[in-house]
């Protein structure tokens, strides 16, 4: 049987879970989704452990109970703007000039890359390889096989602020799961939807979110940046409560989902209706008025994504387009609007091609893209994670036999007093 998988998407609007299996390459049968609206957590990490422990209680079990499975690890994706990234390279030399490439080596070169000092605060949660030079050849994608004596790899690390991913970890331990690790929601997302052809012309994925929007950026075929800054949907909500005195949250939260326009000139010249409360009279809106609002928030977070683009030198060499997830790139004519700002051709992310037998709906939208990519690119995620060092590789492994030898002394013991005596099976255990 293939192995099966539960991820958790932990945003500040919604949680989302996904229990799924690998059907094919690069492909995922999801078994159980669920969504859960976020509490006990901001855009700052964990505001409160005890609600969000139970967000994460709720949307795993409801997701474990329609794979009838249960969960007991998960991988999980975030978004902060605490995440940071940056280019390094690793060096190993072999004594033999016809000495052939093997895996080991590439594991020897990956630990190579990450021995230097990890920023205060920080923990290491990436180690994505983008080239490799083997003595005279360069930009090569993939070395085993080959042979030479100098071995050189260009990696991008990513960073985490150690104490979300602590408090996070003590929520899911609360609740009796143990995480396996944590990725960054648009860079798997990236990684997981954009085609190597696109990758090699350039191309962006720019993702928006509730608190934060985040930009990645290829050219050449390798990640040139990434970067996660405090800008998304939420501020949009804020400035429809700005603009008409009196509306409660939900009810903005409402008017944004259900008649929010990205592009004021593509609204319809209506008017909206709606109560704010039960004794005050009907308020009305103009739909372009509204969009207006909406489409001005949405610009700064497109403009501040482009200064982004503007700094890494790809502004104007993202050939293949601007890819677009999240949830709050759902509004309609989001994809006019990039193209209407910085004349460059814009797409939402599918995840189609991702998704094998199994639930559809209804997480092909662009706001469940991180969890799908994620379940999806499980089977391969060793290629992304930071190595193991290999004394605590070992540890791990004597660890795991002990625990197997507890175990099998244990069954004995069982065994050998339920054949021996006929008390009730609760006792025994």
């Not at 070395?143 to 960073?159: F, K, T």
């Not at 930009?215 to 990434?226: A, N, P, Q, R, S």
């Not at 609007?337 to 797409?347: H, P, T």
Request: include cysteine; charge should be neutral; glycine fraction near 8%.
């Amino acid at each position: 049987m293939r192995e099966i998988y539960a991820v958790v998407d932990v945003g500040t609007y919604q949680v989302r879970a996904l229990v799924g299996q690998p059907s094919g390459p690069g492909r995922v049968s999801v078994l159980g989704a669920s969504a859960e609206k976020t509490q006990g957590f901001d855009e700052k990490g964990v505001a409160n452990i005890e609600k969000f422990s139970e967000t994460l209680r709720q949307a795993l079990s409801r997701a474990a109970q329609q794979a009838a499975l249960q969960v007991s690890k998960v991988w999980v994706t975030l978004s902060h703007a605490g995440l940071r990234g940056e280019s390094t390279q690793a060096i190993i030399t072999f004594p033999q000039a016809d000495h052939e490439i093997q895996y080991t080596d590439l594991e020897r070169l990956r630990l190579q890359a990450v021995q230097r000092p990890v920023p205060e605060g920080f923990e290491l949660i990436h180690v994505i390889p983008q080239l490799y030079h083997l003595d005279h050849r360069e930009g090569i994608r993939d070395p085993l096989g080959m042979s030479g004596i100098r071995l050189e790899g260009e990696y991008y690390l990513v960073y985490a602020p150690k104490a979300l991913l602590g408090t996070i970890r003590r929520c899911f331990e609360r609740i009796g799961v143990q995480v396996e690790g944590f990725v960054s929601r648009a860079l798997v997302t990236a990684e997981a939807t954009l085609t190597p052809e696109q990758k090699s012309m350039g191309v962006g994925l720019l993702k928006v979110g509730h608190h934060h929007a985040s930009v990645v950026l290829y050219h050449e075929g390798i990640l040139k940046h990434f970067a996660t800054f405090s800008l998304g949907s939420y501020w949009v909500t804020q400035d429809i409560r700005e603009m008409i005195r009196g509306i409660l949250p939900q009810q903005a939260e409402e008017l944004k989902i259900k008649e929010g326009v990205a592009l004021a000139s593509q609204a319809p010249d209506s008017v909206l209706r709606f109560r704010l409360s039960a004794p005050i009279e009907v308020v009305e809106v103009q739909t372009r008025f509204l969009a207006q609002i909406i489409q001005a928030r949405l610009e700064e977070i497109i403009l501040h994504a482009a200064k982004e683009m503007e700094e890494a030198g790809l502004l104007d060499k993202l050939h293949a387009g601007l890819y677009l997830s999240g949830g709050g790139v759902q509004m309609r004519y989001f994809p006019s609007l990039v193209e209407y700002v910085l004349g460059q051709r814009a797409f939402v992310v599918d995840t189609k091609a991702l998704l094998g037998p199994g639930l559809v709906q209804p997480i092909q939208s662009p706001a469940w893209a991180g969890a799908v990519s994620l379940l999806a690119l499980l089977p391969l995620l060793k290629e992304y994670l930071p190595p193991l060092p290999p004394q605590a590789s070992s540890e791990k492994g004597k660890a795991k036999e002990k625990a197997k030898e507890k175990n099998l002394l244990a069954e004995k013991i069982r065994s050998l007093l339920a054949d021996t005596f006929k008390i009730p099976k609760d006792l025994v255990e």
